[in-house]
DNA sequence: CTGTTAGCGCTTTCAG
DNA sequence: CTGAAAGCGCTAACAG
């Protein structure tokens, strides 16, 4: 015999306020309590207040899933980033993380490995929880994957970089055939950070200027574009004075490299270090061999990551607005969940030359 | 006129392949089709076989949000870190995240910034979500968090950390009334790593040791204790010899205390900072201040973080097992998850001395 | 502006 | 071992 607590003999019970609990309690239909409580429609002010106290009167709060299923969408945004061992990714992560926390999402984040692979299958995966929206790293993505968003159907916005050349990409919107032509993203130009920085040690009146890289994302590449723009309008390119290594960037490869190029080209009189880790690695480097910066070689990096201010001699960088970046594509992507479009559905946030004693 | 699609006059469908389309394609009943794809209970090998095979033809994917409605539980696995601006944190979230994965699970991070306050909301809103398990930092929870954690009875292991004694603790057992009193942890003995730092330095020669902290976690006053226990065996223990800084660790707060304590201390031979960041700023700033290490005065960090065995000289340091405690507690909470009892509640990882050129 | 009604897609008793 | 039926707790048409 069954305590008199099973009276109405649920089938299934589970102890948990629900909906039509308070409805019942308030005295209005449980419809009506939604609304209320999501602040839909219009709705009675004095309901609203009533059933705002007897809802948490009550101590309820709504079960997830259940509205997940009746409005076939959640409160959930998935964030995907190649890496957690690169701190930019992690601040980016923060940011974004906050930003949507504090507007009621569930932030879900998935590590790509910079494999389009298991992007593609966090992607799948993800998609199943139907995200309210989703943030991605980077413009380049499978063209499965990029079907997959497509035909999600969720708000989307890119990280970290933005579209080449927005001018011919307007013209070409007009004969628009492809998706993701004109993504929503948040970034900076690449390119020109690259070139920025190759200008800088130009105006320093280095010459042998080597360009230095690890784990050659796309947007690596950006750079290393604006870079030889940069240098082949002043006569100095020299593509022997490129050392692309596609292993994962570290401190230590850092030092490696440093060594590897001081080896094979103790001419040279720069060096650009694609990321802040290798660039902090070098200069440690330097120290251990005894070779002085920026007197024998200069150095730099970019991002500005921590520490770079407090290495010996102080790391020139290219400081790169991660947490904004972070920041402003979450409140985009909150904007496009609601349904509004961005005012500037390409948001460019610059980057600064942080020229500290290394070069 | 609506098109013929719409033949049932569905009051709302959503195109998705449901699990009912596949007991229809498969000529069986839904429970049968969730229960073959569950691999619950006994179901004829055939038809499992037939329902496989039809339900990958029609490419179905369950619904989480129905999924979780209808049992009251979902796959998410919510992990509770305390800042993602220590590299330590990061990497145990990565190692868990990566092995709840694997299973099959979804992980939600929670960052709390050490604040109880926000620990608890965290709690609240993922508690909410019905996860499967909880994964949480350090054994200090205020009270509110526990009976919250104790009433959702939903499994949690507590990371880095382990019980004190866990002799007496066993003795407490027979007589247990509270909660929480013989938690599921992974980690090592916070104590103990801070004894057998001291003595690294005590056989070292040193005399005159500084323990320099921030960020007073209680993990790092676990250090300080087994610390001042060990000086104190040597007669060698000096309260002045204490830098306590609250505020968060960083390699910029590392040379800061450098400085200061040199300043102060000028006879100090070696100082044990509590976590690596904070030594290598202090490495930096030796170098800055031409302050020679070891010779000068011996320096040691915690936690072995990327870039110690970088510096110059290389830092010695504790490496603490935190990918492994991040694994082996994913691990244990998926048994938990299941049901089962893990082998060992408290999982002790242990960690190492690493004595490299600082000391 | 509010209530009624019909599900969202799945799991779970409960019989057979 | 399998099926029927009854929800899980909520939202969304659709009337009123």
Redesign the interface.
């Known amino acids: 015999m069954k305590t008199a607590s099973s009276l109405s003999r649920n089938h299934r019970s589970?102890g948990r306020v629900t909906l039509s609990d308070v409805a019942k309690a308030a005295g209005v239909s449980s419809s009506t309590v939604s609304r209320a409580l999501r602040g839909e429609r219009a709705v009675d002010p004095d309901l609203v207040a009533r059933v705002l106290s007897v809802s948490d009167k009550l101590g309820y709060?709504?079960?997830?899933?259940?509205r997940?299923?009746a409005s076939?969408r959640?409160n959930h945004v998935t964030i995907l980033i190649p890496l957690?061992?690169n701190t930019l990714f992690?601040d980016l992560?923060?940011a974004a993380?906050?930003t949507l926390r504090s507007a009621g999402f569930?932030?879900?984040?998935g590590?790509t490995h910079y494999n389009s692979s298991e992007e593609e299958q966090l992607m799948r995966?993800q998609l199943?929880?139907?995200p309210a929206g989703m943030l991605i790293t980077g413009l380049d993505h499978s063209a499965s994957t990029q079907k997959l968003m497509a035909r999600s159907n969720v708000p989307c916005v890119h990280l970290m970089d933005l579209p080449e050349n927005s001018e011919s990409n307007a013209a070409q919107i007009a004969s628009a055939n492809e998706p993701l032509l004109n993504p929503y993203c948040v970034g900076f130009r690449q390119t020109d950070a690259g070139e920025a920085m190759a200008h800088h040690l130009i105006a320093k009146g280095k010459k042998r200027i080597v360009f230095a890289a690890a784990q050659l994302d796309p947007r690596v590449m950006q750079r290393l574009n604006g870079w030889r723009k940069a240098l082949k309008s002043k006569q100095l390119y020299d593509p022997t004075l490129e050392w692309l290594n596609p292993a994962p960037s570290?401190?230590?490869l850092g030092?490696l490299m440093f060594e590897q190029i001081m080896k094979q080209s103790p001419a040279v009189d720069a060096i650009f270090f694609c990321n802040d880790?290798l660039a902090?690695?070098a200069l440690?480097?330097a120290?251990?061999l005894g070779i002085s910066v920026p007197q024998q070689v200069a150095i730099a990096g970019f991002n500005d990551l921590?520490?770079s201010?407090?290495?010996?001699p102080p790391l020139t960088t290219v400081r790169t607005p991660r947490a904004k970046v972070g920041e402003a594509a979450a409140h985009m992507l909150l904007q496009l969940i609601q349904g509004d479009e961005p005012s500037q559905p390409q948001l460019d946030l610059g980057f600064d030359i942080v020229a500290r004693q290394s070069t």
Not at 106 to 109: D, K
């Open positions: 589970t709060v709504p079960d997830p899933a259940a997940a299923l076939q959640s957690l061992s992690v992560l923060e993380q906050r569930q932030t879900l984040m590590v995966e199943l929880h139907r570290s401190l230590a030092g880790d902090q690695g440690l480097a120290m251990r921590t520490g201010d407090q290495m010996w």
